[in-house]
């Protein structure tokens, strides 16, 4: 997975990643990260098969997200991160 952070916004690249794999990385990531990261932009593609992109939108499930986005670009989903929001 390649990960990177702009401000309060991750991007999580899980191109090339088996299904099992990704959702773990996913899920080992977002209880990992600081409380102040917002957003998680998840670049899962579609273009070489549905698999990966039907596990974050359907199956991917943590505490943290509030909700997730789909994106009019089919190839990535952002999920709303709940986290301290009083600072």
Known sequence: MIVTKDGNTITADI???RVAEAKKALERFI??????VTEIMVIHG?????????????KLSHPRIERKILSMNHGETTLLIKGDRSR
């Open 46 to 58: 579609y273009s070489g098969g549905q698999a990966l992109k039907n596990m974050v939108r359907n």
């Open 15 to 17: 191109h090339e990643m």
């Open 31 to 36: 209880s990992s990260a600081d409380k102040n």
